[in-house]
């Protein structure tokens, strides 16, 4: 990447700062569209990580190694990526178009119709075909149990379980990662948004901070950055916001004060669930699941397998004794994973202290209520297709068998402290809105109210959280506002 001369004075027409799924579709589209574009990144360019979960280079590629705490009664982390790419260096490779039950939600808060799905349709059908999306779902291998028990659960139960849409263009790196998928082994968005981009002029300059945005007459007129320790001045003509769910609140704050954004981080949970079944699952051979559980989704639950990473399911089972490890280590073959994911209630409080992200949440009652109900559906199906064992993610009293009442289980031991939680699915921190008030800066074409030729299109300007995974949705959410701003 293009390291930046000591003296050098840079100007751009465009300026887009980070190169997670927002920026990436701005850096395309402005650079086809023959656009003068730099594209700056805090992290560094991690195409090469190497295949191991825990390498330098893959730790690296997060923010803060990969955990991000958040001060909760729960246990609870947030991660969220750090380099060329942003989270979709590090992302699972899904896909998805956004929920009908979340566009109808949209327009009707908005008072829009923008937001409908033969509006966005285009968009996402240039983003599949660019990410070469595998929808056919050939993954359906003998290894791939878990899906295929996921699959059987949907067809006796009549229960809606649909194919996953992922961009996972190989199926050599098997279930090395806990929720994402290596760079390498998905068409990613860094080679097919980025890398070839770069070709038609696009600049980047990676390791390349933005800290503050500096005003002039109701416009910005610079940014400050900091580079190899150095502090430079951009000058651009137009300023992209896309640092993601937690940066781009915060460079909103750093340069315009802690009042300016009154800032909430909507989000999805996930609770991971380790399952011994009877048979032999063979987990750590299959790819990325292939099926998810779609039957709860208009509630705000998703259920589906999750990569299966020996060392990563032991890490999470620290808490057993030495012997009980052992034993599960002998019959490890007959281990999947699960995730329950849930589209949180309460939003995470985003705090600037001194320049430090600070997170704090709390689980809301309505979600724990949700959770024991989807737990107990949820583990009693698992038990009926052949599991013996469940591990759930609890503090304390993490296993259940057959025997167990769940109901009653889940009433005594699904509470705020006893939860382990993680969450990689940050939004709406920024979200637009119809006018300005104190969450909301930006309008509905994601330009700020305040300064003309300032515009967001990363995950906090989406209005609300997606239920499903939304690198789609902010990639297309981001084409649109592109098209309405710079066509
Ligand atoms: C492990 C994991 C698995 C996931 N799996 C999926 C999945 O399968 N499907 C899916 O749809 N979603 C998934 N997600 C979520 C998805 O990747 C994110 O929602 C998406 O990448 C967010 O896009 P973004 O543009 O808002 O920001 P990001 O992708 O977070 O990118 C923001 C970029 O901006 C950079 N930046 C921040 N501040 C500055 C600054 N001041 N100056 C310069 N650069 C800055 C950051 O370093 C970062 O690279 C996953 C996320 C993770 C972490």
């Known amino acids: 990447m293009i390291e930046l001369d000591k003296n050098e004075k840079i100007n751009c027409e465009y300026l887009i700062i980070g190169s997670g799924a927002g920026g990436s579709v701005a850096s395309k589209y402005l650079t086809d569209c023959g656009k003068d574009v730099l594209l700056i990144e805090e992290g560094g360019h991690s195409e090469t990580i190497k295949l191991d979960t825990f390498s330098k280079s893959f730790l690296n590629s997060w923010r803060n190694s990969g955990v991000t705490p958040v001060i909760s009664k729960s246990n609870f982390a947030f991660g969220e990526g750090m380099c ?27 008072n829009t119709n923008k937001f409908s799905s033969n509006n966005l349709s285009k968009y996402f059908i240039e983003i599949e075909k660019n990410l070469g999306l595998n929808l056919s779902q050939s993954l359906n291998t ?29 199926s050599e790196e098997k279930n090395k990662l806990t929720l994402g998928q290596l760079s390498n082994s998905k068409n990613s968005i860094l080679q097919k948004y980025i890398i070839s981009s770069k070709k038609k002029g696009l600049r980047v300059f990676t390791k390349c901070v933005a800290k503050k945005l500096i005003t002039k007459d109701n416009e910005i ?3 400050e950055v900091i580079t190899n320790n150095e502090k430079k001045i951009i000058y651009a003509k137009n300023v992209i916001l896309a640092c993601g769910a937690t940066q781009t609140p915060m460079l909103l704050k750093n340069s315009f004060g802690n009042n300016y954004l009154k800032s909430k981080i909507q989000n999805h949970l996930n609770l991971r669930i380790g399952v011994k079944f009877t048979e032999n699952m063979q987990s750590h051979n299959g790819t990325l699941f292939t099926r998810q559980l779609q039957e709860y989704l208009d509630d705000g639950i998703l259920i589906m397998p999750t990569s299966f990473n020996k060392s990563n399911f032991f890490s999470s089972l620290v808490k057993m004794s030495n012997d009980e490890l052992s034993l599960i280590e002998r019959e490890i073959n007959n281990f999947s994973s699960f995730i329950i994911q849930l589209q949180s209630f309460n939003k995470i409080n985003l705090n600037n202290y001194f320049n430090q992200t600070i997170l704090s949440y709390n689980i809301h009652e309505l979600d724990i209520i949700k959770l024991r109900k989807y737990f107990s559906i949820f583990c009693s199906m698992l038990f009926e297709f052949g599991a013996e064992l469940i591990f759930l993610p609890f503090k304390k009293n993490f296993k259940i068998n057959k025997k167990d009442n769940l109901v009653y289980f889940f009433e005594k031991n699904l509470v705020p402290k006893n939860l382990e939680m993680v969450s990689v699915h940050g939004m709406s921190s920024a979200k637009m809105g119809i006018k300005k008030e104190n969450d909301k800066v930006f309008n509905l074409q994601g330009c700020s109210f305040d300064f003309k030729n300032l515009f967001c299109l990363d995950s906090s300007i989406l209005p609300s959280s997606t239920i499903e995974s939304p690198q789609g949705t902010i990639m297309a959410v981001a084409s649109q506002i592109l098209e309405e701003n710079f066509n």
């Open 84 to 110: 060329l790419g942003g989270g979709t260096s590090v992302n699972g490779g899904l896909v998805w178009r956004t929920p009908e039950i979340i566009l109808k939600e949209w327009n009707k808060t908005l």
């Open 142 to 170: 003998p290894e791939n149990k878990e899906s295929l028990k996921l699959l059987e659960m949907g067809e006796k139960k009549l229960l809606k379980v649909v194919k996953i849409p992922n961009s996972i263009n190989s």
């Open 221 to 223: 007129n610079s940014v």
